[in-house]
């Protein structure tokens, strides 16, 4: 397929001339071209486009035969025919000058390989030069509408309705005219020739247009009245021996174009629009295959205001048709229908300011050489000053890339994507690894079957996203300049499997470059590469080039197998000689497939050669003729060998057992024909033995489809349950979109099926030009011209191309096809295969996508359908999506991405809405239950919105997720404000203090979010803060310290209020233990460890330590720690602190967060700021790394011990900069439980000592005094009981603060006899009561004396609860010591 690329080049005469260029007309190759002005001809050469000879028509013979026309060329090249105005048609001989003198030669550097090494090679590489010989002017007594050569004749058309017939060398003998209205027409050709008078409707009518089609072996004519006909040759072109046949009700045609390839007749018409016609093989009739036209869709300004079309042109492969319009515009169309590139859209109409372009008119247009170029005469309107005037722009040069993909017929390659550029090749894969392995040929060679035993499988298998699909770019390989010089234009293109070694073909020889090495192989023996012509294609199997060529020294067609390692010689070649010219060559594992000339195939077999282990031969294995289904061999788009079969194999056959070739899949004129050979194995082998060259039995041809362009089918199976899509055929059919040809298989294996078909043909639409299929991924590759605008510069002219025209480039697309497979099995009542092919391709990460496309197609089809619907499909659809997990996503995702309109009909087939969201709260998928939510919101009255948002939050809360309940709090606070009038507030809910390591914001920590309006007393905001009270006291009764912070900077909920209020309910610690264990668990925090034993400690903070010095690393989770900084704190006016501490001026300051001591100074500030912190600690980072140099030299023993035991204390510096601003907030609040608490697993004397010195005061509570003081003693007989684990480092900072403990229990010693320390566990009777009797000695270490009650008590058995947290957190956070 065609697109197009880069700026289009533009060619100026050379010879000075007030003359433009009008008309142009390429020979049969394409590489000269024939430029009329008035007076004037010039034959230009393709590449390099020069003009090689100009022939100006004097005054004289000027005013005589009239102003030049139109142009025709020989089919030889030899002469050129021109008619005049007046009536005279104008032959011109194109004489070569010399074969040795050229108008352009190629100059080689000295040791050049390419010099004139064989007669003729320079002929074909430098620009010859012709001289032009007018014949004597040949009248014809009226002007001339048109004419067309068919060999050695050419038929003119004049405006009296006269055909003539005229031999190219001129003379009138020869000469015969036939007379339109002589010419019986009718509806078909059996009326025709039982019609013995002549219509009388076509006196007075003439020929306007006339195009002869070699397939249909007849002429397209388009009459002056705008009908359309087709004139067939009974037996020669005589008056008597043409029939005529109509094209009924159409009378608006402009021109004809013909396709030979695949039987068309393309007729431009007034309206705009392109009919494309066929004659029918039975009745002669000409029947509409299809129409072109603009879309209002997608044109909705432009599709009926083009005026009529002025050009028809088909490319040289005959795959696309080029359209032009009077009014301007140009667009390409592919054979069957599909819209490729347009100009009178985007780009190409607006300038980058939104002003409108006026459309580029083309007078003329002609392909070059195998369709890379587009030669174009233009006329503009440019602005020259104040005016706007049209201005011939010359000749343009439109730049093609195009897809061999239709010729290249490997079953191993259907998965990759290139393009063929003028010098380069387009290759879209993934980056290129040595990963090619050669297939074994004694496995190929098992077995007894006449098409090959099952070979191993291809040497790639199915690239899938990552290789393919990983950008939009392509690997884009410039082909080798010396080679390209020489062999220009490049006519075949072949890819390996892997997709990393690419063969290119051109006049002579053939190249190949590998993508991993980056380098191009070419013929070494110049010689060689000048005799060889390729014919038939190129094709990789394993390290091989196949090779389908004519050897021109002997006039033999072969077909030639390189090897890639070795140099590109003939000594290195198997060569087989063939009988007849090549046309087309196949592929299927080791088989070799051949198409003739004569419509015959030839098969064969690559093996193992007896002479040498490292070479392989090629065996014939049969000749068959397919004369009699094939017509004319032209109209062979493509051939293929597969294993596919109209029944079903039901042994299934892994990848490691390949099927054989079954079948042969032939593309006649886009009409795809099936030849399955018939299972008579035994003959076939007697056969094979024999070498009988008898044709091969085959079924009755099946025909499969019609408008084919391409097809792609697998040579493997890679999985059982991928087999429906691997074992199918899928086939691009233009303007219809594509076709999947897809097997049928019985849902038990040991059931027969219910139905009598074993595959089916589904149709469906596709939004990309399919060049490749991802079998095993679902997906469809293509490719699309993009544009960009360039802006006209100051010093640009009005003229130049760069400020009219976009830049063009190609990129890569794709597109999931899996749901529309799906939906028409569902169409078609078959839930079972389309349920069976659904679970196969689950797996795919996209695949929730394609239940959604599958809804979102069918709902926005059936609900904005005019008419009733009798048998709806979207109630099939939703029930087939509730047989997956996802169902609930892929409903609500649907919702949310269509209009709102269309709600209610997508809900009354899926189901209530509010009965999906109760769904979504049962099975814990809040995230979808907030996409309800918003359904919900607009469907229902606020109330029941408000009902389910509650309970959702409430889930939310359950599940700790903080994000989804400060939009549900958002979202709360907007159904309020809508129905008490006032808009929401559109302010995010924002952070507090330390916990904005979380969010990265900054908010202090007294400043309260605006979650509420605090005058309003609505019994919503009531009831929300109840729900917040009770989930803040659930996870404080929780010990979940870290989750409370959460909660707290998510939600906005002011803390320290709550917790005053709280001060001795909630906010109580009754276990001191376990709260130890469950911050150090929910902080990962480490346990301490004593100095002995921390020399070779585990990391701490991201540092490691080893035994030869000191390094220091950080990891990963502390790198991403380290890099968040933390919000300044803003401490309010008066704190709790502040009335009872006021005579204790001594506190700890801003301390280092890595690795240094921790010192204490008497500053006046009783709150540590989390932002000083952060500092210290980043400005850490610097002075540790310059240390690191002499780090052990300057540190000593016991430096190094206390340095160690700080790593193995300490944990992440965010989980040290969230605990301190939680103590600062519990500081507040007045909760000096949980001060002590978060001071011991900061290993903070400060904080302890601040703690104990504030039980002097009289504000606090004795109970409170009672729990502080005995649960440090109980954490000091956890310590010493379980010292094997968590006790080494705890006694040494227990020992530490005894002293301060020793001095108010003397104080507290009365109270605590008699309460007998029952305070404690009042409440939580677990490990509280005391420490056990055999480690009484230490707790006399803290030098504090017991009561003889409280030290003879025995402690309680741990709750389950409790016990099973100990263990996770005893499991999980043992310190290593080394």
Same mark, same amino acid.
């Given at each position: 397929?065609?697109?197009?690329?880069?700026?289009?080049?533009?060619?100026?005469?050379?010879?000075?001339?007030?003359?433009?260029?009008?008309?142009?007309?390429?020979?049969?190759?394409?590489?000269?071209?024939?430029?009329?002005?008035?007076?004037?001809?010039?034959?230009?050469?393709?590449?390099?486009?020069? +003009? %090689?000879?100009?022939?100006?028509?004097?005054?004289?013979?000027?005013?005589?035969?009239?102003?030049?026309?139109?142009?025709?060329?020989?089919?030889?090249?030899?002469?050129?025919?021109?008619?005049?105005?007046?009536?005279?048609?104008?032959?011109?001989?194109?004489?070569?000058?010399?074969?040795?003198?050229?108008?352009?030669?190629?100059?080689?550097?000295?040791?050049?390989?390419?010099?004139?090494?064989?007669?003729?090679?320079?002929?074909?590489?430098?620009?010859?030069?012709?001289?032009?010989?007018?014949?004597?002017? +040949?009248?014809?007594?009226?002007?001339?509408?048109?004419?067309?050569?068919?060999?050695?004749?050419?038929?003119?058309?004049?405006?009296?309705?006269?055909?003539?017939?005229?031999?190219?060398?001129? &003379?009138?003998?020869?000469?015969?005219?036939?007379?339109?209205?002589? %010419?019986?027409?009718?509806?078909?050709? $059996?009326?025709?020739?039982?019609?013995?008078?002549?219509?009388?409707?076509?006196?007075?009518?003439?020929?306007?247009?006339?195009?002869?089609?070699?397939?249909?072996?007849?002429?397209?004519?388009?009459?002056?009245?705008?009908?359309?006909?087709?004139?067939?040759?009974?037996?020669?072109?005589?008056?008597?021996?043409?029939?005529?046949?109509?094209?009924?009700?159409?009378?608006?045609?402009?021109?004809?174009?013909?396709?030979?390839?695949?039987?068309?007749?393309?007729?431009?018409? &007034?309206?705009?629009?392109?009919?494309?016609?066929?004659?029918?093989?039975?009745?002669? /009739?000409?029947?509409?295959?299809?129409?072109?036209?603009?879309?209002?869709?997608?044109?909705?300004?432009?599709?009926?205001?083009?005026?009529?079309?002025?050009?028809?042109?088909?490319?040289?492969?005959?795959?696309?048709?080029?359209?032009?319009?009077?009014?301007?515009?140009?667009?390409?169309?592919?054979?069957?229908?599909?819209?490729?590139?347009?100009?009178?859209?985007?780009?190409?109409?607006?300038?980058?300011?939104?002003?409108?372009?006026?459309?580029?008119?083309?007078?003329?247009?002609?392909?070059?050489?195998?369709?890379?170029?587009?030669?174009?005469?233009?006329?503009?309107?440019?602005?020259?000053?104040?005016?706007?005037?049209?201005?011939?722009?010359?000749?343009?040069?439109?730049?093609?890339?195009?897809?061999?993909?239709?010729?290249?017929?490997?079953?191993?390659?259907?998965?990759?994507?290139?393009?063929?550029?003028?010098?380069?090749?387009?290759?879209?894969?993934?980056?290129?690894?040595?990963?090619?392995?050669?297939?074994?040929?004694?496995?190929? $060679?098992?077995?007894?079957?006449?098409?090959?035993?099952?070979?191993?499988?291809?040497?790639?298998?199915?690239?899938?996203?990552?290789?393919?699909?990983?950008?939009?770019?392509?690997?884009?390989? $410039?082909?080798? /300049?010396?080679?390209?010089?020489?062999?220009?234009?490049?006519?075949?293109?072949?890819?390996?499997?892997?997709?990393?070694?690419?063969?290119?073909?051109?006049?002579?020889?053939?190249?190949?470059?590998?993508?991993?090495?980056?380098?191009?192989?070419?013929?070494?023996?110049? !010689?060689?590469?000048?005799?060889?012509?390729?014919?038939?294609?190129?094709?990789?199997?394993?390290?091989?080039?196949?090779?389908?060529?004519?050897?021109?020294?002997?006039?033999?067609?072969?077909?030639?197998?390189?090897?890639?390692?070795?140099?590109?010689?003939?000594?290195?070649?198997?060569?087989?000689?063939?009988?007849?010219?090549?046309?087309?060559?196949?592929?299927?594992?080791?088989?070799?497939?051949?198409?003739?000339?004569?419509?015959?195939?030839?098969?064969?077999?690559?093996?193992?050669?007896?002479?040498?282990?490292?070479?392989?031969?090629?065996?014939?294995?049969?000749?068959?003729?397919?004369?009699?289904?094939?017509?004319?061999?032209?109209?062979?788009?493509?051939?293929?060998?597969?294993?596919?079969?109209?029944?079903? @194999?039901?042994?299934?056959?892994?990848?490691?057992?390949?099927?054989?070739?079954?079948?042969? +899949?032939?593309?006649?004129?886009?009409?795809?024909?099936?030849?399955?050979?018939?299972?008579?194995?035994?003959?076939?082998?007697?056969?094979?033995?024999?070498?009988?060259?008898?044709?091969?039995?085959?079924?009755?041809?099946?025909?499969?489809?019609?408008?084919?362009?391409?097809?792609?089918?697998?040579?493997?199976?890679?999985?059982?349950?991928?087999?429906?899509?691997?074992? &199918?055929?899928?086939?691009?059919?233009?303007? !219809?979109?594509?076709?999947?040809?897809?097997?049928?298989?019985?849902?038990?294996?040991?059931?027969?099926?219910?139905?009598?078909?074993?595959?089916?043909?589904?149709?469906?639409?596709?939004?990309?030009?399919?060049?490749?299929?991802?079998?095993?991924?679902?997906?469809?590759?293509?490719?699309?011209?993009?544009?960009?605008?360039?802006?006209?510069?100051?010093?640009?002219?009005?003229?130049?191309?760069?400020?009219?025209?976009?830049?063009?480039?190609?990129?890569?697309?794709?597109?999931?096809?899996?749901?529309?497979?799906?939906?028409?099995?569902? %169409?078609?009542?078959?839930?079972?295969?389309?349920?069976?092919?659904?679970?196969?391709?689950?797996?795919?990460?996209?695949?929730?996508?394609?239940?959604?496309?599958?809804?979102?197609?069918?709902?926005?089809?059936?609900?904005?359908?005019?008419?009733?619907?009798?048998?709806?499909?979207?109630?099939?659809?939703?029930?087939?999506?509730?047989?997956?997990?996802?169902?609930?996503?892929?409903?609500?995702?649907?919702?949310?991405?269509?209009?709102?309109?269309?709600?209610?009909?997508?809900?009354?087939?899926?189901?209530?809405?509010?009965?999906?969201?109760?769904?979504?709260?049962?099975?814990?998928?809040?995230?979808?239950?907030?996409?309800?939510?918003?359904?919900?919101?607009?469907?229902?009255?606020?109330?029941?919105?408000?009902?389910?948002?509650?309970?959702?939050?409430?889930?939310?809360?359950?599940?700790?997720?903080?994000?989804?309940?400060?939009?549900?709090?958002?979202?709360?606070?907007? %159904?309020?404000?809508?129905?008490?009038?006032?808009?929401?507030?559109?302010?995010?809910?924002?952070?507090?203090?330390?916990?904005?390591?979380?969010?990265?914001?900054?908010?202090?920590?007294?400043?309260?979010?605006?979650?509420?309006?605090?005058?309003?007393?609505?019994?919503?905001?009531?009831?929300?803060?109840?729900?917040?009270?009770?989930?803040?006291?659930?996870?404080?009764?929780?010990?979940?310290?870290?989750?409370?912070?959460?909660?707290?900077?998510?939600?906005?909920?002011?803390?320290?209020?709550?917790?005053?209020?709280?001060?001795?309910?909630?906010?109580?610690?009754?276990?001191?233990?376990?709260?130890?264990?469950?911050?150090?668990? @929910?902080? +990962?925090?480490?346990?301490?460890?004593?100095?002995?034993?921390?020399?070779?400690?585990?990391?701490?903070?991201?540092?490691?330590?080893?035994?030869?010095?000191?390094?220091?690393?950080?990891?990963?989770?502390?790198?991403?720690?380290?890099?968040?900084?933390?919000?300044?704190?803003?401490?309010?006016?008066?704190?709790?602190?502040?009335?009872?501490?006021?005579?204790?001026?001594?506190?700890?300051?801003?301390?280092?967060?890595?690795?240094?001591?921790?010192?204490?100074?008497?500053?006046?500030?009783?709150?540590?700021?989390?932002?000083?912190?952060?500092?210290?600690?980043?400005?850490?980072?610097?002075?540790? !790394?310059?240390?690191?140099?002499?780090?052990?030299?300057?540190?000593?023993?016991?430096?190094?011990?206390?340095?160690?035991?700080?790593?193995?204390?300490?944990?992440?510096?965010?989980?040290?900069?969230?605990?301190?601003?939680?103590?600062?907030?519990?500081?507040?609040?007045?909760?000096?439980?949980?001060?002590?608490?978060?001071?011991?697993?900061?290993?903070?004397?400060?904080?302890?000592?601040?703690?104990?010195?504030?039980?002097?005061?009289?504000?606090?509570?004795?109970?409170?005094?009672?729990?502080?003081?005995?649960?440090?003693?109980?954490?000091?007989?956890?310590?010493?009981?379980?010292?094997?684990?968590?006790?080494?480092?705890?006694?040494?900072?227990?020992?530490?603060?005894?002293?301060?403990?020793?001095?108010?229990?003397?104080?507290?010693?009365?109270?605590?006899?008699?309460?007998?320390?029952?305070?404690?566990?009042?409440?939580?009777?677990?490990?509280?009561?005391?420490?056990?009797?055999?480690?009484?000695?230490?707790?006399?270490?803290?030098?504090?004396?017991?009561?003889?009650?409280?030290?003879?008590?025995?402690?309680?058995?741990?709750?389950?609860?409790?016990?099973?947290?100990?263990?996770?957190?005893?499991?999980?956070?043992?310190?290593?010591?080394?």
């Amino acid at each position: 397929m065609y697109f197009l690329t880069g700026w289009p080049r533009k060619l100026l005469h050379p010879l000075p001339s007030e003359e433009e260029p009008f008309h142009i007309r390429p020979n049969f190759h394409g590489t000269l071209f024939a430029v009329l002005s008035e007076t004037q001809l010039g034959v230009w050469f393709g590449r390099p486009s020069v +003009l %090689i000879v100009n022939y100006t028509e004097s005054a004289k013979a000027a005013s005589r035969c009239g102003p030049y026309q139109l142009a025709e060329w020989k089919s030889d090249d030899a002469a050129i025919a021109v008619s005049a105005a007046g009536g005279y048609l104008l032959l011109f001989d194109l004489v070569r000058c010399s074969k040795e003198k050229f108008l352009y030669e190629p100059l080689y550097p000295k040791g050049s390989p390419y010099v004139q090494v064989t007669p003729g090679s320079k002929a074909e590489q430098g620009v010859p030069a012709f001289t032009l010989e007018r014949k004597d002017p +040949l009248h014809l007594g009226a002007p001339i509408t048109s004419f067309q050569t068919m060999q050695e004749e050419l038929m003119v058309c004049t405006a009296d309705g006269q055909l003539h017939v005229l031999q190219w060398c001129g &003379a009138n003998s020869s000469r015969k005219a036939i007379s339109l209205h002589n %010419i019986p027409f009718a509806l078909d050709l $059996q009326t025709c020739r039982s019609a013995s008078e002549p219509s009388s409707a076509l006196e007075n009518m003439h020929v306007r247009d006339v195009e002869y089609c070699e397939t249909l072996n007849g002429f397209a004519v388009v009459l002056n009245d705008g009908r359309l006909g087709f004139l067939s040759p009974a037996s020669g072109i005589a008056a008597n021996q043409l029939q005529g046949v109509w094209a009924p009700s159409v009378a608006d045609g402009m021109c004809v174009a013909v396709n030979n390839k695949y039987r068309l007749m393309a007729f431009g018409c &007034a309206s705009g629009s392109v009919l494309l016609y066929t004659i029918d093989s039975e009745t002669g /009739s000409m029947q509409l295959s299809h129409a072109l036209k603009l879309s209002p869709e997608y044109y909705p300004d432009i599709w009926n205001k083009t005026g009529e079309v002025q050009l028809l042109q088909w490319s040289p492969d005959c795959s696309v048709v080029v359209v032009s319009w009077k009014h301007g515009g140009l667009s390409l169309w592919s054979v069957f229908g599909a819209h490729l590139v347009c100009t009178l859209t985007e780009d190409f109409m607006y300038r980058s300011d939104g002003t409108k372009k006026d459309p580029l008119k083309i007078t003329s247009a002609a392909w070059g050489a195998e369709g890379y170029h587009l030669w174009a005469l233009t006329t503009v309107k440019m602005a020259q000053g104040s005016c706007v005037q049209p201005q011939q722009t010359g000749i343009l040069q439109f730049q093609f890339l195009r897809s061999t993909s239709a010729a290249s017929r490997d079953t191993n390659t259907q998965e990759q994507v290139l393009l063929l550029g003028e010098d380069r090749v387009y290759v879209a894969c993934g980056d290129p690894t040595p990963a090619h392995r050669p297939v074994d040929l004694q496995q190929l $060679q098992r077995g007894g079957d006449l098409l090959g035993a099952p070979a191993p499988p291809p040497t790639a298998t199915s690239h899938g996203s990552d290789a393919l699909l990983g950008h939009r770019h392509w690997h884009v390989v $410039q082909i080798h /300049s010396t080679y390209l010089e020489c062999n220009w234009p490049i006519r075949f293109t072949a890819i390996d499997p892997s997709g990393h070694l690419v063969a290119v073909a051109g006049r002579h020889g053939f190249a190949h470059y590998s993508l991993v090495s980056r380098k191009w192989k070419l013929f070494g023996n110049v !010689a060689q590469e000048l005799t060889m012509v390729v014919t038939g294609g190129l094709a990789w199997w394993n390290d091989y080039i196949i090779v389908a060529c004519c050897n021109l020294t002997h006039h033999q067609e072969e077909i030639r197998l390189y090897p890639r390692l070795s140099n590109l010689d003939n000594a290195y070649a198997s060569v087989t000689r063939v009988h007849l010219d090549t046309v087309l060559l196949a592929l299927y594992q080791n088989l070799i497939l051949l198409f003739r000339a004569d419509c015959s195939i030839g098969l064969y077999r690559i093996l193992d050669s007896e002479d040498s282990p490292r070479s392989v031969t090629v065996e014939l294995l049969k000749e068959v003729s397919l004369s009699r289904y094939i017509s004319h061999p032209a109209t062979v788009v493509s051939i293929m060998l597969t294993s596919l079969r109209t029944e079903i @194999d039901d042994t299934f056959k892994t990848r490691q057992q390949v099927p054989v070739a079954q079948s042969i +899949l032939l593309n006649m004129a886009g009409q795809l024909l099936m030849l399955q050979w018939e299972r008579s194995g035994s003959q076939m082998q007697e056969e094979n033995r024999s070498r009988q060259k008898k044709r091969l039995p085959f079924c009755t041809p099946v025909v499969l489809a019609q408008c084919v362009e391409n097809m792609w089918t697998t040579c493997y199976s890679s999985s059982k349950p991928k087999r429906q899509l691997l074992e &199918a055929l899928w086939l691009a059919c233009g303007g !219809a979109g594509m076709k999947v040809w897809l097997p049928l298989f019985p849902h038990d294996s040991h059931k027969p099926q219910s139905f009598l078909s074993r595959r089916i043909m589904l149709p469906f639409k596709v939004n990309v030009y399919p060049l490749a299929v991802l079998f095993e991924d679902a997906l469809i590759l293509g490719a699309t011209s993009v544009t960009v605008l360039y802006d006209r510069q100051q010093d640009m002219p009005f003229e130049s191309l760069e400020a009219f025209f976009p830049f063009c480039m190609v990129e890569r697309t794709s597109q999931i096809y899996l749901h529309h497979v799906l939906l028409q099995l569902l %169409i078609r009542n078959l839930g079972e295969q389309a349920l069976l092919l659904a679970q196969s391709y689950a797996t795919l990460p996209y695949f929730p996508h394609v239940l959604e496309l599958m809804v979102h197609v069918v709902l926005e089809e059936e609900a904005t359908s005019r008419e009733p619907i009798p048998d709806p499909l979207l109630p099939r659809v939703a029930k087939f999506i509730t047989e997956f997990p996802f169902f609930l996503q892929t409903i609500v995702h649907c919702a949310r991405k269509t209009e709102y309109a269309l709600w209610n009909y997508l809900f009354a087939a899926v189901g209530n809405p509010k009965d999906l969201f109760e769904e979504c709260l049962m099975t814990h998928d809040l995230d979808t239950a907030a996409s309800y939510l918003i359904i919900l919101q607009n469907m229902e009255v606020p109330a029941v919105s408000r009902q389910h948002a509650t309970l959702l939050f409430t889930s939310a809360l359950e599940h700790s997720k903080w994000d989804l309940c400060r939009h549900i709090m958002r979202f709360l606070k907007a %159904i309020g404000s809508e129905e008490s009038g006032t808009p929401p507030s559109t302010q995010e809910s924002g952070l507090t203090a330390g916990f904005e390591l979380f969010r990265d914001r900054s908010i202090g920590v007294s400043q309260s979010l605006d979650r509420w309006n605090r005058d309003s007393s609505s019994t919503e905001n009531v009831y929300m803060d109840m729900i917040l009270w009770r989930e803040a006291r659930h996870l404080l009764e929780d010990l979940r310290l870290k989750d409370l912070g959460c909660f707290s900077a998510h939600l906005g909920f002011e803390l320290i209020g709550w917790l005053r209020r709280e001060r001795s309910r909630a906010a109580r610690v009754d276990d001191f233990v376990l709260a130890l264990k469950r911050l150090h668990h @929910d902080f +990962l925090w480490p346990f301490p460890v004593s100095t002995a034993c921390a020399v070779s400690s585990p990391i701490r903070n991201g540092y490691c330590f080893t035994g030869q010095g000191v390094h220091l690393q950080r990891s990963q989770t502390a790198s991403r720690l380290l890099d968040t900084v933390p919000p300044p704190i803003c401490r309010s006016k008066y704190t709790w602190l502040d009335s009872t501490v006021a005579e204790h001026k001594e506190t700890s300051v801003p301390r280092d967060a890595l690795l240094s001591p921790i010192h204490h100074n008497g500053d006046k500030e009783s709150i540590v700021s989390v932002t000083s912190l952060t500092e210290i600690s980043s400005g850490a980072d610097e002075d540790w !790394a310059s240390a690191d140099e002499d780090f052990t030299s300057t540190v000593s023993a016991t430096q190094m011990g206390r340095m160690s035991t700080e790593v193995a204390s300490k944990g992440p510096h965010k989980s040290e900069v969230q605990l301190r601003y939680l103590l600062h907030i519990f500081k507040e609040a007045g909760c000096l439980e949980w001060c002590a608490v978060i001071g011991l697993v900061l290993q903070d004397a400060a904080v302890i000592k601040q703690v104990i010195s504030c039980l002097e005061s009289p504000v606090v509570s004795a109970e409170a005094v009672h729990r502080i003081y005995g649960g440090l003693l109980v954490v000091d007989a956890w310590a010493s009981s379980d010292w094997w684990v968590y006790g080494l480092g705890y006694k040494p900072f227990l020992n530490q603060i005894g002293p301060q403990l020793q001095k108010v229990s003397g104080k507290l010693m009365e109270p605590i006899q008699s309460l007998a320390f029952q305070a404690p566990g009042t409440s939580r009777p677990a490990e509280s009561a005391g420490p056990k009797s055999e480690d009484r000695h230490e707790s006399t270490a803290l030098g504090i004396s017991l009561p003889a009650e409280a030290s003879g008590t025995k402690p309680k058995e741990d709750s389950p609860m409790k016990e099973e947290v100990e263990q996770a957190l005893e499991g999980a956070y043992t310190c290593i010591i080394s």
